[in-house]
């Protein structure tokens, strides 16, 4: 099975839509310090702290520090913690895909070759393999209780492919 790395933002939205299990489908899910600390310790009794804890606790969640400080400094100029610390161990560890959500963040990972997916992604390949989840509930629900901007054009872009998928 697959491994992957990841930023805060899948991890609490897939917590506020009730979706963490989805991460399940990797064998293991490598964070960086800073997404631990965003979610567990600031976000203390919101979508994501304790869910986080729990799978950390089961070891299918794996803390590790990225070691290369030096681009990690880099990439801090134009991101934020968690999003350069996700992208440098990334780097380092070399897993199948990484979890991002932010347009920018993902920018930077595709200037480094990664395989990027954000929960848009991990909601579509979900959905094409159980058909108990509908996407556009997911998206829904994602805008109303996980905070999630998603615009009108990739809303109907993936709908419309799910629509094709279906029929």
Do not use: C
Not at 4 to 27: C, E, H, K, M, T
Not at 115 to 137: P, W
């Amino acid at each position: 099975m697959p491994i992957a790395v990841s930023n805060s933002s899948p991890l609490i939205n897939l917590s506020a839509i009730g979706r963490i299990n989805l991460l399940y489908q990797f064998d293991s899910v490598i964070i960086p310090p800073a997404v631990w600390y965003e979610v567990v310790i600031q976000g203390k009794n919101r979508p994501g702290s304790e869910e986080l804890i729990y799978l950390s606790e089961s070891g299918h969640i794996k803390v590790k520090k990225p070691e290369n400080t030096h681009l990690l400094k880099a990439l801090m100029q134009e991101l934020h913690a968690g999003e350069a610390e996700s992208i440098v161990l990334a780097l380092e560890e070399k897993p199948d895909v990484v979890l991002l959500d932010e347009t920018e963040a993902r920018r930077v990972a595709s200037t480094y070759e990664l395989r990027v997916t954000g929960i848009l992604g991990l909601l579509i390949k979900a959905g094409k393999n159980d058909e108990a989840i509908s996407i556009k509930e997911e998206m829904d629900k994602l805008r109303e209780t996980g905070n999630f901007w998603i615009n009108k054009r990739l809303y109907d872009q993936i709908l419309s492919i799910q629509n094709k998928t279906e029929s």
